[in-house]
């Protein structure tokens, strides 16, 4: 890329508002986050259940694959960190069984939090 395009490039970005440049961020590392995967990622609408720092809470699932989740909470997502361990217990379309696995957050959304799962599912 040229030293005008890039220049251009900032020149855009410095113009727009704060909330149109963190929408932009987003979509942005969504963009690259999509790349990254390796699972295809399916629509789950089921809850979860998430023990961070000793606590247990409740989220209801966007998405998952083999690799991962993408849940939404109504915890301040501040509370959260990435790189952080995370104990998720989610139950199978049945809700009969659930299996229980240890991940990592791996992004913060504003109301989501992206895990990669740690550890292979273990079926209860």
Request: charged fraction near 40%; charge should be positive; glycine fraction near 6%.
């Amino acid at each position: 890329m040229t030293t005008s395009t890039k220049n251009r490039l900032f020149e855009l970005i410095n113009s727009m508002s704060d909330e149109e440049q963190r929408k932009l961020l987003r979509e942005l590392e969504e963009r690259q986050s999509k790349d990254k995967r390796r699972h295809d990622r399916k629509p789950y609408s089921m809850s979860v259940d998430y023990v961070t720092n000793g606590h247990t809470k409740r989220g209801l699932i966007k998405d998952i694959s083999v690799g991962g989740v993408l849940f939404e909470t109504g915890e301040i997502v501040e509370s959260f960190s990435v790189g952080e361990e995370i104990l998720l217990t989610i139950p199978y379309p049945d809700e009969k069984r659930y299996v229980k696995i240890k991940g990592e957050v791996v992004r913060i959304e504003a109301k989501r939090i992206a895990v990669k799962f740690k550890t292979k599912f273990r079926e209860s």
